[in-house]
C-alpha cells in the first residue's frame, strides 16, 4: 500500500518537474 502511494508520488512529481523544466532538482527528490 505505502509502495503505491510513494509510486503516485513519484509521478505526480515527475510531471510536476517536467512541466517546469527542473529535472535535476526532480532526480534529487526521487
Not at 7 to 24: E, F, P, W
Amino acid at each position: 500500500m505505502g509502495s503505491v502511494v510513494y509510486l503516485a508520488v513519484c509521478i505526480l512529481h515527475l510531471s510536476h518537474c517536467a512541466y517546469r523544466r527542473q529535472r535535476r532538482t526532480c532526480y534529487m527528490y526521487i
